[in-house]
């Protein structure tokens, strides 16, 4: 009854088994903090783990807000013609909303860099 649901359990525990014992095999160096990085081969100048400030996040968030502001206006743009004013009305309303969101960041400081 349960036959495909145990094989396909099985196949995944053996891949991710698998994939275990081929990084085992094939990875440089058992602790990955202390290795160089991969690209520019620098040495670290600070500990990979360590925080960032928190207006970092909230800087994130609003380029989040921006770009899905754009996710939304390519396929919006495509057809408002054949939509018409309710199409019109609900980019209002989502930009309206956007620009709450973008008042509220600039009253809790996130756009001011210094």
Do not use: C, K
Request: net charge neutral; proline share 3%; aromatic share 16%.
């Amino acid at each position: 009854m349960f036959a495909g649901v145990a094989w396909t359990l099985l196949v995944a525990v053996a891949g991710i088994v698998g994939l275990y014992g081929l990084h085992r095999l094939v990875a440089v160096s058992s602790n990955a903090l202390t290795s160089l990085p991969f690209q520019s081969g620098w040495w670290p100048e600070e500990h990979a783990l360590s925080r960032y400030h928190v207006r970092w996040y909230l800087a994130t968030l609003v380029f989040l807000a921006f770009d899905v502001e754009m996710l939304f206006m390519y396929p919006w743009a495509v057809v408002v013609a054949r939509m018409g004013v309710t199409a019109v009305i609900e980019m209002f309303a989502f930009l309206a909303a956007l620009l709450v969101a973008v008042a509220w960041a600039w009253r809790e400081g996130v756009l001011r860099w210094a």
